[in-house]
C-alpha cells in the first residue's frame, strides 16, 4: 500500500522546497537580465465580493481557479479543483449528490450547507445540486471565512463561486474531447459557442460519461459503484444596447450510477475495493437549472438581477446492512425545488462617492429573495423476524415522511472608503430573516408502533457584520485584517432522535490577518493568512443511531478553530508555472462540550485534517512550428483527520500525486494522465454504525484508486 506520512513540519518543509524552486529562478533571471514584459502570471478578476475585482486587492483569503488550471489538471468536480485551496477538504462519497466541504473546520449537512455553492451567481441551498460536472466553466473560486455579510446565512466558513464561460461575439469556436481510461472509462464531450447576429450569441456544451465501478461485491462478483452520468448546458447571450446586457443559462445533469460502495471500515483497510452484501441498489440524480442574469452598467452604477430555479430529485435504493444476509434495505427518494432574485446596485470606479480631497467610498447594496420546497419519502425494509422474533412478516419504517418549506429575505451593504489612495477601510452587515415549516411523519407498516408525527414552524432572523482594512504599503504589498460574523439559521430535522426535531442557530466570530504581493513585475505572487474562528452553537451532522445510515443535525455547543495558510505560483519563465500551498489548522471543541451525550471536550472537530498542502509544476516547450509539447506533476497531501465527534476513529495522513503529458497542434491534441499514480489508498469518509452490522463499528468508502488513460481533442 502506498502511503505517505504527512506533518505540519513535513508541510512546512515542502512549502519551502516549491518556494524555493520558484523563485530562485525568478532571482536569477532578473539579477542577469530584465525579464521579458510577456513573463508574468496571468491577470485574474474575482466575483468573490459580487463586483469584478482583483483577488489580491481583496481582505479575504481566496483562491482562484481558472479555465486553463481546471484544463490542464484534467479537473472535472469541485473536490478536484478544490487540492489548489488550503485548508479545504471534500468528503465525497461515491454517490455524486453527497459532496460535502469543509474549509478551516467548518462544514454541515447537506441540507444545511455551512459552505454555499453559487453557480452563475445562484445559491445551491442543497449540496445535493452542487457537486456538478464541471461542464464549460471559466473559474472556481474558493473563498474561506464568513461571507454572511454579503452573502447571507449558510456562508459562515465560506463559499464555493463557479462562473460559466461567456459565449463568443466574436467568432464561431469550439472544441471536441474524448478521455479513455481504466476501469472502461470513457467520456465524449463537446461545446461551441459564437454570434447570432450583432446583438446576440449562444453557446452549447454537452457530453456523458461512464466507468466500471472500483469496488466488487464478492457476494456477486459485480462492480457496484459504477458511473453513467450526462450533462449539458444551453447559453443565450443578448446584448440590446451599449450599456445592457441579458444572460440565459439552462445547466442539466442525469446521473445514473451504482449502489454505495460502502462497507465494514476494518474490513475495507484489510481488503480494500472489496465488500460483502446480498443486495445492490442505485443511486439516480437529476438537475435542471435555468438563470436569468440582467445587468444595466450606467456611467456612475451598475445594476444586476439574477434570477434562479433550480430543481433536481434522487432516488436511491441501497443494502442497508451492508452484509450478505438478507436483513435490510433502504429506499430513498428526495426532490427539491428553490426560487431565488437578487437585485444589486453598486457604484462604478466614476460613481464612487467623493468623501474630501483624500478619501473615496465605493459602494454596493441589495435585496435577496428565496423559496425552498423539499420533499422525502425514506423507507427501510426490515426482513421478517428482524425487529423482533414476534414479527414474522417484513415491516416498511417511513423514516422520514417529510416536506420541509423554507422562505426567507436577506438585505445588505458594503462599502468601501480608500484613503490618500493607501488605505482601505471596508465595512457592511446583511439583515437575514427567514421561516421554516416542518410535516414531519415516521410510522411503521404494518403499524407495529405508534406513529410520530410532527407539525411546526419556526422563524430566525440575524445581523452579519463585517469590518476590515487594508494598507497599501507598496504598490505590490497589501496587509489587511478583518473580523466577520458567520450565521447559519436553524431548522427541522426530516427524521431524528426524539427531542431532536429541531436545532437551533449558529454563529461564529472569524478573526483574519494576512498579506497580499507580487513580484519581480508580478511573476511571482506570495499569500499568506492567519485565523482565529469562535463557535456557538456549533450544528454537527451525527448519524441516528436508531435508524441506520440516516443523519440529524444537533447544536453541540463552543469549539475554536485556529491555523494559517500559505499560497505562492510563479512564472519564472516562459513555458514554466509552478504553484505551491500550505494550511494548518487547528479545529477542537471546547471545554464542557457534549453531543449525543457524550463528552467531547477538547476533541477535534471531525473530517478535519490538522495540515493540507500541495505543489506542482507544468511546462511547455516548442517542438517545431507546429506542434508543443507539454507535462505537467503535481501532489496534494492531507494530514491526520477524525471520522466522528468522540473521536474514536479516523484516516491517517496521506498523499495523492498526479501526471499529465501531452502534445497540441494548432487543432488537435493527445495526452496521457495517471491520477494517484502510486495507488494510495485512504478512505476519506466514514461514519459510526451499528457494530451488530459492521463489526468495527463504522462504515466507510475508499478514496479513489490509481486511474489512468488517454485524452484526444480537437478545437476551432
Not at 445535493?128 to 474561506?144: A, G, M, T, W
Not at 483624500?358 to 422525502?376: C, E, H, M, P, R
Not at 476519506?684 to 452490522?693: E, I, S, T
Amino acid at each position: 500500500m502506498a502511503r505517505m506520512g504527512f506533518s505540519r513540519t513535513t508541510g512546512l518543509l515542502v512549502f519551502s522546497v516549491a518556494s524555493a524552486v520558484c523563485v530562485t529562478p525568478s532571482m536569477a533571471a532578473a539579477q542577469s537580465s530584465q525579464p521579458p514584459a510577456q513573463v508574468t502570471l496571468p491577470t485574474v478578476t474575482v466575483t468573490a465580493q459580487k463586483e469584478p475585482a482583483d483577488p489580491q486587492t481583496l481582505p479575504v483569503s481566496l483562491t482562484p481557479v481558472s479555465l486553463d488550471a481546471l484544463w490542464n489538471g484534467g479537473m472535472t468536480t469541485i473536490g478536484d479543483a478544490s487540492m489548489y485551496a488550503p485548508n479545504t477538504f471534500f468528503t465525497d462519497f461515491s454517490a455524486r449528490k453527497l459532496s460535502e466541504p469543509r474549509f478551516r473546520g467548518i462544514g454541515s449537512s447537506p441540507a444545511n450547507p455551512a459552505i454555499t455553492t453559487y453557480i452563475d451567481g445562484v445559491p445551491q441551498l442543497n449540496t445535493n445540486s452542487s457537486s456538478i460536472e464541471l461542464l464549460d466553466v471559466s473559474q472556481v473560486e474558493f473563498v474561506r471565512g464568513p461571507e454572511s455579510s454579503l452573502f447571507g446565512r449558510n456562508t459562515l466558513g465560506g463559499l464555493v463561486n463557479i462562473t460559466s464561460v461567456r459565449p463568443s461575439f466574436s467568432k464561431w469556436t469550439g472544441s471536441a474531447v474524448v478521455p479513455l481510461g481504466n476501469f472502461n472509462a470513457y467520456e465524449v464531450s463537446g461545446d461551441a459557442s459564437g454570434p447570432v447576429g450583432s446583438k446576440a450569441a449562444v453557446g452549447f456544451a454537452i457530453g456523458h460519461s461512464q466507468r466500471d465501478g472500483f469496488t466488487k461485491n464478492d457476494v456477486t462478483g459485480h462492480d457496484i459503484d459504477y458511473r453513467n452520468g450526462t450533462f449539458g448546458k444551453a447559453q443565450l447571450l443578448l446584448t440590446p444596447g451599449a450599456d445592457w446586457e441579458a444572460r440565459f443559462i439552462y445547466t442539466g445533469e442525469r446521473a445514473r450510477d451504482g449502489d454505495y460502495a460502502l462497507g465494514d471500515l476494518g474490513s475495507l483497510r484489510a481488503d480494500p475495493f472489496h465488500v460483502a452484501r446480498d443486495f445492490e441498489g442505485h443511486t439516480d440524480r437529476d438537475i435542471n437549472a435555468l438563470t436569468f442574469v440582467a445587468r444595466h452598467a450606467g456611467k456612475r452604477m451598475t445594476f444586476t438581477s439574477t434570477t434562479g430555479f433550480v430543481h433536481w430529485k434522487t432516488d436511491d435504493l441501497t443494502d442497508l446492512d451492508y452484509t450478505p444476509l438478507p436483513l435490510l434495505t433502504r429506499s430513498n427518494a428526495e426532490k427539491d425545488s428553490q426560487f431565488t432574485e437578487e437585485a444589486r446596485i453598486a457604484s462604478t470606479p466614476d460613481g464612487a462617492l467623493k468623501v474630501s480631497n483624500s478619501a473615496v467610498l465605493k459602494w454596493q447594496a441589495g435585496v435577496f429573495i428565496f423559496t425552498q420546497n423539499y420533499d422525502q419519502d425514506a423507507v427501510n425494509t426490515y426482513s421478517a423476524f428482524v425487529l423482533s422474533p414476534l414479527i414474522p412478516v417484513s415491516v416498511d419504517q417511513h423514516s422520514p415522511q417529510s416536506s420541509l418549506d423554507d422562505k426567507g429575505v436577506g438585505l445588505y451593504g458594503n462599502g468601501t472608503l480608500t484613503m490618500h489612495e493607501k488605505i482601505d477601510l471596508t465595512f457592511g452587515a446583511r439583515l437575514d430573516h427567514e421561516q421554516r415549516t416542518a410535516d414531519l411523519h415516521t410510522f411503521f407498516d404494518p403499524q407495529i408502533a405508534p406513529p410520530a408525527v410532527v407539525n411546526t414552524a419556526k422563524g430566525f432572523s440575524n445581523v452579519s457584520p463585517q469590518v476590515a482594512i487594508a494598507y497599501h504599503s507598496r504598490p505590490n504589498v497589501m496587509p489587511y485584517f478583518s473580523i466577520s460574523n458567520g450565521y447559519k439559521a436553524g431548522g427541522f430535522n426530516p427524521a431524528s432522535p426524539a427531542g431532536s426535531e429541531a436545532y437551533g442557530e449558529e454563529h461564529t466570530w472569524n478573526y483574519e490577518g494576512g498579506v497580499k504581493t507580487d513580484w519581480l513585475q508580478r511573476r511571482v505572487t506570495f499569500n499568506a493568512a492567519v485565523f482565529l474562528i469562535d463557535w456557538q452553537d456549533l450544528q454537527l451532522n451525527l448519524p441516528n443511531t436508531a435508524v441506520p445510515g440516516q443523519f440529524y443535525i444537533a447544536n453541540a455547543g463552543r469549539a475554536q478553530s485556529n491555523g494559517f495558510e500559505l499560497e505562492l505560483n510563479g512564472r519564472p519563465r516562459a513555458g514554466l508555472d509552478l504553484f505551491a500551498t500550505y494550511g494548518y489548522t487547528s479545529a477542537h471543541f471546547a471545554t464542557g462540550v457534549t453531543s449525543s451525550g457524550v463528552d467531547v471536550s477538547n476533541n477535534a472537530i471531525p473530517n478535519t485534517p490538522d495540515d493540507t498542502a500541495s505543489f506542482g509544476a507544468q511546462i511547455s516547450r516548442d517542438l517545431n512550428r507546429r506542434i508543443k509539447c507539454y507535462g505537467r506533476g503535481e501532489a496534494v497531501f492531507y494530514g491526520a483527520f477524525k471520522y466522528d465527534d468522540a473521536n474514536t476513529a479516523g484516516q491517517s495522513a496521506y498523499s495523492l500525486v498526479n501526471f499529465r503529458a501531452g502534445a497540441r497542434a494548432k487543432l488537435v491534441f493527445v495526452e496521457g494522465w495517471i491520477r494517484n499514480a502510486f495507488d494510495t489508498q485512504y478512505i476519506p469518509v466514514a461514519f459510526a454504525y451499528d457494530p451488530h452490522l459492521a463489526p468495527s463499528g463504522f462504515i466507510g468508502e475508499m478514496g479513489r484508486p490509481r486511474t489512468f488513460g488517454v485524452t484526444a481533442g480537437v478545437s476551432f
